[in-house]
């Protein structure tokens, strides 16, 4: 008898297990972008191309999904190369100490029809801070043989936290680029 318990738990684990759906971010399909204040009367909109990262569901409404993302950083482009290569310099991202943006889900909840919220630490630098988002579901289409759905996030975070230090000063004592960076995540993922 305790042997049978042992087999029917060992199986009722293995086909939990198995009920987790992975879906994968397609990169060329999807947008990671920031826009920052610059000289207090306008922004600047800013992007990453290369990322990676992964959605674990075991339900149908995504809810309580596990998000685990990169970001390279020295993949980051703002159309003007010698502002890029500050963005990669010490006074920011120091691209070359460290080279990735982490992020790691802790909470995924649903909180209307197509609306989440969605709570993680996120890595800058060597800083490790809780963050938000708020994002938009968009729906599941199947194209090719293979599942695709859509997500768009939004989140603010402060960049001297995660110690983004560069704090020139405008003449009236604005910054020249804001504190707030406003994120904008328009992601595909592929179901595996």
């Known amino acids: 008898m305790k042997k049978t318990c042992i087999i029917l738990i060992l199986s009722f684990i293995s086909s939990v297990s198995l009920a987790q759906t992975t879906w994968v971010i397609d990169p060329t399909h999807s947008s990671v972008q920031f826009d920052v204040s610059h000289l207090a009367v306008s922004s600047v909109t800013g992007f990453f191309t290369s990322y990676a990262g992964t959605l674990t569901s075991k339900k149908n409404d995504f809810e309580d999904s596990k998000i685990n993302a990169t970001i390279e ?16 310099e ?10 990735e943006i982490k992020f790691v889900s802790t909470s995924f909840k649903k909180v209307s029809d197509n609306n989440y ?8 630098r060597d800083v490790t801070k809780p963050v938000t988002l708020d994002a938009e579901f968009g729906g599941i289409v199947s194209i ?15 960049r001297f936290e995660y110690g983004l230090k560069w704090d020139d000063v405008l003449d009236n004592g604005g910054l020249i680029v804001g504190e707030k960076v406003d994120i904008i995540l328009k992601i595909e993922l592929v179901k595996q």
């Open 144 to 158: 090719n043989n293979k599942k695709k759905a859509g997500f768009t996030a939004t989140g603010t975070i402060d």
């Open 73 to 88: 950083v020295a993949s980051i482009t703002t159309h003007n190369l010698e502002r890029d290569k500050h963005l990669k």
């Open 90 to 99: 010490d006074d920011f991202f120091n691209a070359e100490k460290f080279p």
């Open 117 to 124: 919220r969605i709570e993680g630490n996120l890595t800058i």
